[in-house]
C-alpha cells in the first residue's frame, strides 16, 4: 500500500528523485555494512554464538554514522539534494536490514515482515508530514530522513546496552575475516539490481525513473510472496541440505511464474486505474509493466539463492561473476548509447539479462557444495511468460 501511495501523493520529479535517493543508500548501506548482517546471522543460526546479535546492532549505529557523516559531506560539497538524501538514508536502510536480521534469527517471524519493508514505510509516513505541513519538496523531505536516521542510532545504541558486548577485537576481526566477501557479493550484487534507477537517470529522465519504479513497486507482491514464505520458514530454510534446498526451488519456478503472470496480466489491462493520480501515462505503465515483472522474477530467484551461496562461503566467487555480468552488460549499454537505441525498455531487458545470467552462475556455484539444480532448469523458461503479454490486445 505504501508503495502504491506515495507516487499519488507528490509530483513525478520528487518521486523519481525520493526512488534515486532510495537506490544510492541501498548501495551505500551495501558496500559500508561489510557483511555484518550476514555474518551475525551465521554465527547465530550456524554456530549458536550468542555475538551474532551483538553485530547485528553494530552494523545499525556504524550505518548511522556513517550515513549521517557522508550527508553532512556532500552537503558541504554543494551535491544535489537527491545525493544527499541518499547518503541520509543509508542510516534508514541499515536499520532495516539489521532490525530484519535480528528477527529472523530469533524466529520472530511476524516482526520480520514489517522490518523487511521499512524503509519504504518510513518514507510514506515521511511524505504524508512534509505534504501535510505543505511543504512538499525534496531539502525537506530530507531533513525527515536525517532526523529519523538519528533515531535509528538512538535504537541501536539502546539495543547495544542490554547486551554483553565484550572485547570489541574479535567482533571487528570476524566481520572483516568473513563479512568482507559477503559484503563484496553485496556490492556486486547490487551493482546488477540496484544500479538500474541511476542508469535510468542518468541516461534518460526522471520521468522515466518514476514509471519504471511505479511499475516495480507494484510488482512488490512478488516480492512480498517470497518474503512471507522465506520469513515464515527461515530458520529451517537456513539450515537445510542440498536435496530439501533443490526439491523446493524446483517446485518454487513455476509457482512463481503462475503468480507473475497473474500479476502481469492484473498490470496490464489495469493500467489506468494503476496510474490514477500520478503523473505516470497509462500507456507508458502499460508498455513496460510485463517486462518489470519478468525483471522482478529473476530479482526474487536471485535473492533466494544468495541465502545458500553467503551460507557455504561462496561469496568471494560469486561477487566476481557479478562484477563481470555488471561489466558486460556496461559495455552493451554503452553501445547501445552510442547507436541512440536506448529506451526505457532496453534498459530494463538489459538489466533483466544480467540477473537471469546471474542466477545461472549462483545455481552453478552452489553445485561445488553438491546443491544439484538439475530438476529445476527445465522450469527456467517459464518466467518469460509475462512476455506474451505483449502479443495481446493493448489495454483500453
Request: aromatic content about 8%; hydrophobic content about 60%.
Given at each position: 500500500m505504501a508503495?502504491?501511495a506515495?507516487?499519488?501523493l507528490?509530483?513525478?520529479?520528487?518521486?523519481?528523485?525520493?526512488e534515486?535517493?532510495?537506490t544510492i543508500?541501498?548501495?551505500?548501506?551495501?558496500?559500508v555494512?561489510?557483511g555484518?548482517?550476514?555474518v551475525?546471522t551465521r554465527?547465530?543460526?550456524?554456530?549458536?554464538?550468542p555475538?551474532?546479535e551483538?553485530?547485528v546492532?553494530?552494523?545499525c549505529?556504524?550505518?548511522?554514522l556513517?550515513?549521517l557523516?557522508?550527508?553532512?559531506?556532500?552537503?558541504?560539497?554543494g551535491w544535489a539534494?537527491?545525493?544527499?538524501?541518499g547518503?541520509?538514508?543509508?542510516?534508514?536502510?541499515?536499520f532495516q536490514?539489521?532490525?530484519?536480521?535480528?528477527t529472523?534469527?530469533?524466529?520472530?517471524?511476524h516482526?520480520?515482515?514489517?522490518?523487511d519493508?521499512i524503509?519504504?514505510m518510513?518514507?510514506l509516513v515521511?511524505v504524508?508530514?512534509?505534504?501535510?505541513?505543505g511543504r512538499a519538496d525534496?531539502?525537506?523531505?530530507t531533513w525527515?530522513?536525517?532526523?529519523?536516521s538519528?533515531a535509528?542510532g538512538v535504537?541501536?545504541?539502546w539495543?547495544?546496552m542490554r547486551?554483553p558486548?565484550g572485547?570489541?577485537?574479535?567482533?571487528v576481526?570476524?566481520v572483516l575475516a568473513l563479512?568482507?566477501?559477503?559484503?563484496?557479493?553485496g556490492?556486486?550484487?547490487a551493482?546488477?539490481f540496484?544500479t538500474?534507477?541511476?542508469?535510468?537517470?542518468?541516461?534518460l529522465v526522471?520521468?522515466d525513473v518514476?514509471?519504471?519504479?511505479?511499475?516495480?513497486r507494484i510488482?512488490?507482491?512478488?516480492?512480498?510472496v517470497?518474503?512471507t514464505?522465506?520469513?515464515?520458514?527461515f530458520?529451517?530454510?537456513?539450515?537445510?541440505g542440498?536435496e530439501?534446498?533443490t526439491?523446493?526451488?524446483?517446485?518454487?519456478?513455476?509457482?512463481?511464474?503462475a503468480i507473475a503472470l497473474?500479476v502481469?496480466?492484473?498490470?496490464?489491462?489495469?493500467?489506468?486505474?494503476?496510474v490514477?493520480g500520478t503523473?505516470?501515462?497509462a500507456?507508458?505503465f502499460?508498455?513496460?509493466?510485463?517486462a518489470v515483472v519478468i525483471?522482478?522474477?529473476?530479482w526474487?530467484?536471485?535473492s533466494n539463492?544468495e541465502?545458500?551461496?553467503v551460507?557455504e562461503?561462496?561469496?568471494?566467487?560469486?561477487?566476481v561473476?557479478?562484477v563481470?555480468?555488471a561489466?558486460?552488460?556496461l559495455?552493451?549499454?554503452?553501445?547501445v548509447t552510442a547507436l541512440?537505441l536506448l529506451?526505457?525498455?532496453?534498459?530494463?531487458?538489459?538489466y533483466s539479462?544480467?540477473m537471469a545470467?546471474?542466477?545461472?552462475?549462483q545455481?552453478?556455484?552452489?553445485l561445488r557444495?553438491?546443491i544439484?539444480?538439475r530438476r529445476a532448469?527445465?522450469?527456467?523458461?517459464l518466467?518469460?511468460a509475462?512476455?506474451?503479454?505483449?502479443l495481446l490486445?493493448?489495454?483500453?
Amino acid at each position: 500500500m505504501a508503495a502504491l501511495a506515495l507516487p499519488r501523493l507528490i509530483d513525478a520529479k520528487m518521486y523519481g528523485g525520493i526512488e534515486l535517493a532510495l537506490t544510492i543508500s541501498t548501495l551505500g548501506a551495501a558496500v559500508v555494512g561489510l557483511g555484518a548482517t550476514s555474518v551475525g546471522t551465521r554465527r547465530a543460526l550456524v554456530d549458536n554464538e550468542p555475538r551474532g546479535e551483538t553485530i547485528v546492532f553494530v552494523h545499525c549505529l556504524w550505518l548511522v554514522l556513517i550515513g549521517l557523516a557522508a550527508a553532512a559531506g556532500l552537503a558541504a560539497a554543494g551535491w544535489a539534494v537527491q545525493y544527499i538524501c541518499g547518503a541520509a538514508m543509508i542510516g534508514i536502510v541499515g536499520f532495516q536490514v539489521s532490525a530484519a536480521s535480528l528477527t529472523r534469527i530469533r524466529g520472530q517471524v511476524h516482526w520480520s515482515g514489517w522490518f523487511d519493508n521499512i524503509s519504504i514505510m518510513i518514507t510514506l509516513v515521511l511524505v504524508v508530514l512534509v505534504v501535510l505541513l505543505g511543504r512538499a519538496d525534496l531539502p525537506t523531505f530530507t531533513w525527515g530522513v536525517v532526523a529519523t536516521s538519528a533515531a535509528a542510532g538512538v535504537a541501536a545504541v539502546w539495543g547495544l546496552m542490554r547486551r554483553p558486548i565484550g572485547p570489541w577485537r574479535p567482533i571487528v576481526a570476524d566481520v572483516l575475516a568473513l563479512g568482507v566477501p559477503m559484503m563484496l557479493f553485496g556490492a556486486a550484487i547490487a551493482l546488477i539490481f540496484g544500479t538500474i534507477r541511476i542508469a535510468i537517470a542518468q541516461e534518460l529522465v526522471l520521468r522515466d525513473v518514476a514509471c519504471f519504479s511505479l511499475c516495480a513497486r507494484i510488482c512488490l507482491v512478488l516480492i512480498f510472496v517470497s518474503q512471507t514464505l522465506v520469513t515464515g520458514l527461515f530458520r529451517p530454510i537456513y539450515k537445510a541440505g542440498g536435496e530439501a534446498i533443490t526439491r523446493a526451488f524446483s517446485l518454487w519456478i513455476p509457482a512463481l511464474s503462475a503468480i507473475a503472470l497473474v500479476v502481469a496480466i492484473a498490470g496490464y489491462y489495469g493500467a489506468p486505474l494503476l496510474v490514477a493520480g500520478t503523473t505516470t501515462p497509462a500507456a507508458d505503465f502499460a508498455a513496460v509493466f510485463p517486462a518489470v515483472v519478468i525483471q522482478t522474477s529473476f530479482w526474487v530467484l536471485n535473492s533466494n539463492l544468495e541465502i545458500f551461496v553467503v551460507r557455504e562461503l561462496l561469496s568471494r566467487q560469486a561477487s566476481v561473476a557479478c562484477v563481470v555480468i555488471a561489466a558486460s552488460g556496461l559495455a552493451v549499454g554503452t553501445a547501445v548509447t552510442a547507436l541512440g537505441l536506448l529506451t526505457l525498455m532496453t534498459v530494463i531487458n538489459l538489466y533483466s539479462v544480467m540477473m537471469a545470467i546471474l542466477l545461472l552462475t549462483q545455481m552453478r556455484l552452489l553445485l561445488r557444495r553438491g546443491i544439484d539444480f538439475r530438476r529445476a532448469y527445465w522450469a527456467l523458461p517459464l518466467l518469460a511468460a509475462p512476455g506474451l503479454i505483449y502479443l495481446l490486445p493493448g489495454p483500453a
